[in-house]
């Protein structure tokens, strides 16, 4: 089932472009945005926010404060101050080059099982993604 992706800020926008030339016929991906589209400009947060409110993965190269907003809104959870969850995060090092980026993205989006990604954070090291353990 074809997913909507989010690239937050600090993403290449070539990313996005990137990855529309991996999946021309939208098979993967249903829509791609990337924050310059309208959300410009927002702290991390918010970003989130957006992507929960649009449904969409949300793509990040800012593993450490995602880290940080992830176990935040588990812990909201545990809490039972928010029940609702987040569609999930996928954070690459903005030091692995754009193709090599877009091709893990796919990856792991086209593995089968496909891993549970809703209300999940996933990391892409050493070549291989893991999942946030908390």
């Given amino acids: 089932m074809p997913q909507k992706l989010y690239l937050d800020e600090c993403t290449s926008v070539l990313l996005t472009e990137r990855l529309r030339q991996l999946d021309p016929q939208a098979t993967f991906f249903l829509s ?7 959300a410009g400009g927002l702290s991390d947060p918010e970003q989130l926010k957006h992507a929960v409110q649009t449904k969409a993965i949300l793509l990040t190269h800012n593993i450490r404060d995602f880290y940080w907003l992830h176990r935040w809104w588990k812990t909201l959870q545990a809490w039972e ?3 609702q969850p987040h569609p999930g995060i996928l954070a690459v090092p903005n030091s692995l080059r754009l193709d090599a980026a877009a091709l893990a993205i796919v990856a792991f989006v ?7 990604i809703e209300n999940n954070m996933y990391v892409f090291k050493q070549n291989q993604w893991i999942r946030e353990q908390w």
């Fill in 110 to 116: 086209t593995q089968v099982p496909v891993p549970v």
């Fill in 32 to 38: 791609i945005e990337h924050a310059t589209q309208g």
């Fill in 81 to 83: 101050l928010l029940t």
